[in-house]
């Protein structure tokens, strides 16, 4: 499985950012799809998730102004990301995997997101 993520950038506080990230390959395995991120010095980060079925999961710190949704028919995934704080600046990953809601095996080259105050 390959992920490719797109859509990082520069933005000021309280802008907006969507990334997106696209899987192929033997997409048939994949449950879970979603998003990690990675702050410098700090360890790499839930963000949110969605399994197949379309069930959530998001980190405390993104409720109510990141949105995560998906595409299972084009095996893509989106993150709409509001309200953004200079505490949101990280590389961000698409991850993806067999289990439902956690962490899976398939990690993209991640994206850099930089949210200037």
């Known amino acids: 499985v390959q992920l490719v993520e797109s859509g990082g950038g520069l933005v000021q506080a309280g802008g907006s950012l969507r990334l997106s990230c696209a899987a192929s390959?033997?997409?048939?395995?994949?449950?879970?799809m979603g998003w990690f991120r990675q702050a410098p010095g700090k360890q790499r980060e839930l963000v949110a998730l969605m399994s197949i079925g379309g069930t959530t999961r998001y980190a405390d710190s993104v409720k109510g102004r990141f949105t995560i949704s998906r595409d299972n028919a084009k095996n893509t995934v989106n993150l709409q990301m509001n309200s953004l704080k200079p505490e949101d600046t990280a590389v961000y990953y698409c991850?993806?995997?067999?289990?439902?809601?956690?962490?899976?095996?398939?990690w993209g080259q991640g994206t850099q997101v930089t949210v200037s105050s």
């Open positions: 390959g033997s997409t048939s395995t994949i449950n879970t």
């Open positions: 991850n993806g995997g067999y289990f439902s809601l956690v962490q899976g095996a398939y």
